[in-house]
């Protein structure tokens, strides 16, 4: 890095600094005056186990993921998903780093457990459908359990091993 701007510029509640660089070598296709929008990476780590941010939930200063237990599962009717008679269970885990979609665990999970990373509750008048099974979709897996006539959603994601930049 030639030069950075002491002070940043602020659009739209966004800070923005301008940065001159040098190249080790020269490429044509770099114009005097072109701009860039960069990425800046702090760390970056290989074959770690992580998940998405929303999958987090925080306890004081325990952090914890809601996961489903996959020996209470099987194949749901119409050979889509699976159905878990088993309520979500509440896994306590370490954290390590983080970037703006994923956060990387550093003990409590193993790679392919299921969190659950969103839940919406639907009205109270509406009719339950599967009194307590979880049924899980492929992909980004989705679940529905109910209760004396109220519907929850829950989307879940598998925790995976892989290469994160935070």
């Known amino acids: 890095m030639a030069e950075i701007d002491t ?10 600094y301008n940065v001159k660089i040098n190249f080790d070598t020269q490429d044509a296709r770099v114009k005097p005056g072109m701009s860039v929008n960069a990425a800046i990476i702090t760390e970056a780590k290989q074959n770690v186990l992580y998940v998405p941010n929303s999958a987090i939930k925080t306890s004081g200063t325990t952090y914890y993921v809601l996961t489903l237990d996959s020996s209470q599962t099987q194949p749901a009717t119409g050979g889509q998903g699976v159905t878990s ?3 979500p269970q509440q ?7 983080a970037n703006d979609t994923s956060t990387e665990i550093t003990s409590g999970l ?5 969190v659950i990373t969103r839940t ?25 359990t109910g209760s004396t006539g109220a519907t929850r959603q829950t989307t879940t994601n ?8 935070f």
């Open 158 to 165: 598998s925790a995976r091993t892989g290469n994160v930049a």
């Open 7 to 16: 002070l940043g510029t602020v659009t739209q509640g966004v800070v923005s």
């Open 110 to 114: 193993n790679e392919g457990d299921q």
């Open 85 to 87: 008679s088993a309520a």
């Open 91 to 97: 896994v306590t885990v370490e954290i390590g780093s």
């Open 120 to 144: 919406i509750a639907a009205s109270a008048t509406q009719a339950s459908t599967s009194s307590g099974l979880f049924w899980i979709l492929g992909g980004n897996r989705t679940s529905t």
